[in-house]
């Protein structure tokens, strides 16, 4: 089945700083998603991305497909942005849908 | 507009006690999911449901038994709960948004979570 590995496991960064996250992934797949895992344990939707690259006020996302892997990149991060980013990439097995999920990356912002 | 809605928040069961996770949606969304998530872990799919009155088995689906009761609700049953199932479980729906070139667009919303505890 396909693989999906994030990097780094963890990320501990003062407030205002930058960061880069990045998700390979072992075969072709359909597309690539984004998620955001708040403290509280809220599971939000931040990009959908199959190629290319998408932007969202300080955040941003690049999948080069050709290669398997995606980036998200938080600019000037602040404490909200603290909790667990994980990449999820997509098979579909027998006409349904499914998500396979990366470990995630657990981002600690300073103040 | 409640969106995913889960029931219950928390649970302390005993081994071999049973229960039911109750998740309903009010999105008319075809097609609904429970995933369990194990600390420092990313979600496992243990069922899901495609559309109304089908249901087919995920990663991890031993140890459980699934219902779609109708459009709406989706629920996940322990028969006889192991310790091995102390997790955090959260439903979803998703809905097809469009097609991306050859990429289709999900749109998943998903439940606050059930926090399981198995003593």
């Known amino acids: 089945g396909i693989q999906v590995e994030q990097s780094p496991p963890d990320l501990i960064l003062q407030e205002g700083a930058n960061s880069t996250l990045r998700c390979n992934f072992s075969d072709s797949v359909n597309n690539l998603q984004w998620f955001h895992q708040n403290p509280w344990g809220q599971l939000i939707n931040l990009f959908y991305i199959p190629s290319g690259t998408k932007q969202n006020g300080r955040l941003s996302a690049t999948t080069v497909a050709t290669e398997r892997y995606s980036l998200l990149y938080i600019s000037s991060s602040q404490t909200t942005d603290s909790g667990v980013y994980f990449c999820?990439?997509?098979?579909?097995?027998?006409?349904?849908?499914?998500?396979?999920w990366g470990a995630g990356t657990k981002l600690i912002i300073k103040p | 507009n409640a969106g995913v809605t889960q029931t219950p928040k928390f649970q302390v069961l005993k081994t071999g006690q049973s229960m039911t996770l109750q998740c309903a949606q009010d999105m008319n969304h075809n097609s609904m999911y429970w995933y369990r998530q194990d600390p420092g872990m990313g979600l496992r799919l243990i069922y899901y449901s495609a559309s109304e009155g089908t249901t087919d088995k995920g990663e991890v689906p031993n140890g459980y038994n699934v219902s779609r009761l109708n459009k709406r609700e989706f629920s996940l049953r322990l028969e006889s709960a192991a310790p091995s199932q102390t997790s955090v479980y959260f439903c979803?729906?998703?809905?097809?948004?469009?097609?991306?070139?050859?990429?289709?667009?999900?749109?998943?919303?998903f439940g606050s979570g059930t926090r399981l505890t198995v003593v």
């Open positions: 979803a729906s998703i809905i097809l948004k469009g097609r991306q070139g050859r990429s289709l667009d999900y749109g998943y919303t």
């Open positions: 999820a990439v997509d098979r579909v097995m027998d006409s349904n849908y499914q998500l396979i």
